[in-house]
Structures are given as C-alpha cells and as structure tokens.
C-alpha cells in the first residue's frame, strides 16, 4: 500500500491563543449540541440535536427528537427544517442564494437558540494534480496530491476540505485542512496535500473544496487544536457560533469537487 500525502495548512491558525471553555463533566447538566450544515451542492439543510453525557461514563450519547427548527434567509422568509429520526433533522430542496446570511433556530424544552452563516460563493477548482513523492522530511514516500484553485481578489475567503477515497470520506480533524486567504488573497493556489491515509494504484482521489464562513474557520481551527493537544489537559470547547451556551456549530457553505484515478 503507498501513503496519500497531504498536510494541515495554517498550522499557524491551529496553535493561536484562544480562551478555552471548560466542559461541565456533571452528567446531571447535560448541555444541547446542535451540528447543522446547509451544502448548497445538494440544497440540503442537515441537523443533528443531541446531548451531553458523563465524560467518564459509557452511555449512549442522548438524542433530541422534539426540537422545533427553523432556518431564516437574510429577507426574513423561514421555512421548517422536519424531523427525520434519531435526533436528525433535514430540510432538502432549500434553494442556496449565494452572497447570503442564514439563521438557524432551535427550541427545546422551550429554550431558543440561534446561529447565524453567511454562504459564500463557491471557489472552483481546477483538476487536481499528482506526482510520485521519494519521501523525505518525515514521510514517508507515496502520491503527493495538489489542490489548485484561484482565490477569488479583493474577497475574504476561508476554506476546508474534505478527502475521499474510493467513495469513503475522510473527516476526521487530521484528515483535511483549513485556509483563509489573509496572505494569498487574488493569488493562484497550489497546496500540496501531506501524510494521511493510505491509497494504492486506481483508487479514487477526490476532493472536495468548502467555501466557509470566518466563525466557521475559527470553531475546525479550534477544534483541530484541542484534539492535537496533550492528553493531560482538561477538556474544552471550540468557540460556538450558537448563543445560550448551546455546543457545536451551524454552517453554510458552498463547495467545488475534483477526482482523480491514480496510476
């Protein structure tokens, strides 16, 4: 088997200061999560409500089936976003308007709470490039991947993507990785994608480009940096984009893909 390459960009981002927020271990206060993307790609609005439990306990993670939510576009028109099952909610055919802000709302046990994303325009992406690594620098040798793309000028862009190969997604933290275009804005990018899993000839590559908001970047910046932590510190939150001390984030994002069939 040879190693796909490919690396964490804007380590700096993943290591800046940021306040941490103590997680309550108490299983008798469970906080709400609320995981909620809008893909344009698919016009799909994807919610899902839990909640806490015992950090050092081994229960099931609780889900929240009898949330009422809704999702608002920035002219104030709301539309319901039903129940599906297990504590999954999912709008689909909500069309994108792009240049945009979107506001979640969720009530549970009569308490609100709300996030807001705006919805960039899409960054396409030009065919993805390969070549064959020696290995060197602490790699081991494999593909070597490049993501290409022109950053749009004169626009505050921030990016993830996601891996997949042979139809499997990767998105674990260390799995893909985050940019913002403070240094590069209007440039051509070329990003060589280091280390990760493991790929043979004729697999398929592909990668999918996410056009995100600031808060967004911030929250998988945060996130990537505490699970990269050391073992031995206390747990903490990345910085939510929901109020009322809800945890998780509410993202909408447009995207572009490329895939690629190795040698």
Known sequence: MRNLIYILIAVAAFTSCQKDIDLDLNANNPIIVIEANYAA?????????TKTVNYFGSEAVPTVDNATVTITDQNG????????????????NYVPQFNTTYTLNVVEDGVSYTASSKLANPVIMDPLYYDWFEGGFGFDE?????INFLDPVDTINFYAARLTINGTEFNRLDEGFTQDDA??????????LFGGPQVDSLDT???ELLSIDEAVYN??????????????????????????DAMGYFSAYSSSRQEVILP
């Open 77 to 92: 028109v709301s539309q319901s976003v039903p129940f599906s099952a297990n504590g999954d909610y999912i709008l689909q």
């Open 205 to 207: 590559v592909g990668i």
């Open 219 to 244: 929250y998988l910046n945060e996130a990537a940096s505490i699970v990269g932590g050391s073992a031995s510190a206390a747990p903490a939150n990345p910085t939510t984009n929901w109020n009322n």
């Open 142 to 146: 494999g593909f070597l991947m490049v």
């Open 183 to 192: 240094l590069t804005d209007g440039n051509y990018q070329s990003r060589p």
């Open 41 to 49: 790609e698919d016009s799909t609005v994807r919610v899902r409500i």
